[in-house]
């Protein structure tokens, strides 16, 4: 399985943006990670594999979405209203068996390469 991501830029606060995460090998549970400089790698957003639930980390709640097009193999993370605590480098991540979704690094087998938001203040 292989996870490429797009879409992220430089955005003012307040903007917005979608990232794309397109996975190879079929239709899997999915999330997004972030990174900001100097920190952990932490939980964003996570959708089941039908797309019928997710779940997102609590300064998220609001503001961001998770969706899938599974016709496309594709997650969708729109970010509305972006802070510049947003700024990090995001990663999608999938899971190779399971239905549901998944918050910790640990359930996740597989890893996109990342892309970088930066929010200017």
């Known amino acids: 399985v292989q996870l490429q991501a797009f879409g992220g830029g430089l955005v003012r606060a307040g903007g917005s943006l979608r990232l794309s995460c397109t996975a190879s090998?079929?239709?899997?549970?999915m999330g997004w990670f972030r990174q900001a400089p100097g920190k952990e790698r932490e939980f964003v957003a996570a959708?089941?594999?039908?797309?019928?639930?997710?779940s997102y980390t609590d300064s998220v709640q609001g503001r961001f979405t998770i969706s899938r097009d599974n016709a496309k193999n594709t997650v969708y993370l729109q970010i509305d209203n972006l802070k510049p605590e947003d700024t990090a480098v995001y990663y999608c991540?999938?899971?190779?068996?399971?239905?549901?979704?998944?918050?910790?690094?640990?359930?996740?087998?597989?890893w996109g390469q990342g892309t970088l938001v930066t929010v200017s203040s």
């Open positions: 991540a999938a899971r190779g068996f399971g239905s549901y979704y998944y918050t910790r690094q640990s359930d996740y087998d597989y």
């Open positions: 959708i089941t594999r039908s797309g019928g639930m997710a």
């Open positions: 090998g079929g239709t899997l549970s």
